[in-house]
């Protein structure tokens, strides 16, 4: 199975704005604590990756997306710290893969070019927080990451249950 990933110009995010509100809803829909809560629909995914098309105009957001066979089926996002004391370091965000595309290693295949396009941009550090002892978990621990810590009750799952989150870190 081809895996592609892609750095998303603005007009590429634009043209995909369905097709990433897809893998984003089917996630929630799915329980994955992803920011969003039950009744979060596909509109409102549109809407979400469509606020953020400034950031991606102005070069302070990266969009990934993953192809497989043509189709799109996950997406990551790095985004620059703006101190100006921080401009080695950015957060991680949203590393989305639709569940029927899910355990194939296109959420590797995603990580690995995030830090690729990390450290093309110059960014030396690496930040980001997820859903403890989940899968986004492992994976990250495979790929390196450094656990930090766990912070219990830090967010909530669609269906209203909190659930604790990880801090992790990586140099480049
Ligand atoms: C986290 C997430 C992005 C992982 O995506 P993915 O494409 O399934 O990731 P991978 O395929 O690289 O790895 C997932 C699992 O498949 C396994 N795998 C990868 N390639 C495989 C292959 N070719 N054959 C068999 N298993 C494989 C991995 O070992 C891993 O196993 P584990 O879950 O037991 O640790 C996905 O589960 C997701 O979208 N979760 C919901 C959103 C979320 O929580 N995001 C994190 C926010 S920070």
Redesign the pocket.
């Known amino acids: 199975m081809a895996i592609e990933v892609k750095r998303l110009t603005v007009a590429e995010a634009r043209a995909a704005l369905n097709a990433l509100a897809e893998v984003l809803h089917d996630?929630v829909e799915?329980g994955?604590?992803?920011s969003f809560m039950d009744g979060f629909d596909a509109g409102d995914a549109r809407a979400f990756y469509e606020s953020l098309l400034p950031e991606l105009e102005r070069g302070t957001r990266v969009l990934l997306a993953a192809y497989v066979d043509g189709e799109l089926v996950?997406s990551v996002q790095l985004v620059h710290a703006w101190p100006p004391n921080s401009q080695h370091r950015a957060d991680?965000?949203?590393?989305?893969?639709h569940r029927r595309?899910?355990?194939?290693?296109?959420?590797?295949?995603?990580m690995e070019q995030l830090e690729e396009e990390a450290r093309a941009d110059g960014k030396s550090l690496l930040i980001?927080?997820?859903?403890a002892e989940?899968?986004?978990d492992?994976?990250y621990g495979?790929l390196g990451w450094i656990r930090l810590g766990t912070v219990p009750d830090y967010a909530l799952d669609p269906d209203g249950s909190l659930c604790d989150a990880t801090f992790f870190y990586k140099h480049l």
């Open positions: 996630a799915g994955d604590s992803v996950g991680v965000a949203k590393l989305v893969v595309a899910r355990g194939r290693g296109v959420g590797r295949a995603l980001l927080d997820t859903v989940r899968a986004a492992r994976l495979r």
